[in-house]
């Protein structure tokens, strides 16, 4: 599923049918077997997905990692909250939760155990910064929590990670699942797009004389292209920095624009004494 994604780049049960293989050979059977596993109770994918993000951030070697809360709503029924890593301007998830909520503002008792959850997740011994949006209820609660688990907490916008929009399910823990499913291939493509750049072939799918593209939409194009030219793909994903050597930006001009663009005024006042 994780690679019918990737090659469809949209959440859709029957377009993923192709990639899938299946001892059956109609597609209904295929798509009902997509939907057994996303419907199946006994599927832990928090308890999986928790391996798979310590092994990835292992060998952080940054003294500080960003971490970023946000929401997302869905139908006006369904709302995602998300722990991220945030790295080169993408989020990396590390824990989320799936609620029935019609409000993308959500109380802190909601997503208190979260915390701790990510927490276990994190490498030891880094300072962790948690970022989030000023639509968070009781932040002095957050405060409170997050300094019990040695973090800081700061307000800021977010931006979301992947479209859920297209997708026809409507089950709290079958979008868990699904999340778990973009979770893993925003990972993947996200190491594969740093590999790609660090070992100088980023321009063979980007076709930007600087960076023009994500991490993630370089490591995307990378594995799109590699499994039908049978080029090398990673075998590991590690992230060890939020550095970013090379800078993304549509076009020169516009990034020159916007490098000196004045987005604010200082304005400076001396009272004379009495």
């Known amino acids: 599923m994780v690679v019918a994604l990737i090659q469809r780049g949209e959440v859709s049960l029957t377009r993923w049918l192709p990639y899938v293989p299946c001892r059956g050979v109609q597609a209904q059977s295929k798509q009902r077997r997509l939907s057994r596993w996303l419907h199946n109770r006994r599927l832990n994918v928090h308890k999986l997905y928790k391996r798979l993000i310590q092994a990835a951030l292992a060998d952080w070697a940054?003294?500080?990692?960003?971490?970023?809360?946000?929401?997302?709503?869905?139908?006006?029924?369904?709302?995602?909250?998300?722990?991220?890593?945030?790295?080169?301007?993408?989020?990396?998830?590390v824990v989320w939760r799936v609620m029935k909520h019609r409000s993308a503002s959500v109380g802190f008792e909601a997503y208190r155990e979260m915390l701790p959850q990510a927490a276990e997740?994190?490498?030891?011994?880094?300072?962790?910064?948690?970022?989030?949006?000023?639509?968070?209820?009781?932040?002095?609660?957050?405060?409170?929590?997050?300094?019990?688990?040695?973090?800081?907490?700061?307000?800021?916008?977010?931006?979301?990670?992947?479209?859920?929009?297209?997708?026809?399910?409507?089950?709290?823990?079958a979008l868990s699942r699904l999340w778990f499913l973009l979770a893993i291939a925003t990972l993947y493509v996200t190491a594969q797009g740093v590999e790609v750049v660090a070992t100088g072939q980023r321009r063979w799918v980007d076709p930007h004389w600087f960076r023009g593209n994500s991490y993630f939409r370089i490591g995307w194009d990378w594995?799109?292209?590699a499994l039908e030219n049978g080029w090398t793909l990673i075998r590991q994903v590690?992230?060890?920095?939020?550095?970013?050597?090379?800078?993304?930006?549509?076009?020169?001009?516009?990034?020159?624009?916007?490098?000196?663009?004045?987005?604010?005024k200082i304005h400076t006042y001396c009272y004379a004494a009495d």
């Open 121 to 173: 997740r994190l490498p030891s011994g880094v300072k962790v910064v948690v970022l989030a949006d000023r639509g968070f209820v009781h932040t002095d609660a957050m405060t409170a929590m997050t300094t019990e688990l040695g973090w800081h907490y700061r307000i800021r916008d977010q931006s979301n990670g992947w479209n859920l929009q297209k997708s026809e399910i409507r089950s709290v823990c």
């Open 238 to 264: 590690r992230f060890t920095h939020n550095r970013d050597p090379e800078t993304a930006m549509a076009s020169r001009k516009q990034h020159e624009q916007r490098t000196y663009q004045i987005e604010f």
């Open 62 to 93: 940054e003294d500080t990692l960003y971490l970023s809360l946000d929401t997302s709503l869905f139908w006006d029924e369904y709302c995602l909250v998300r722990l991220a890593v945030v790295h080169r301007g993408r989020a990396l998830p």
């Open 223 to 225: 594995v799109k292209t």
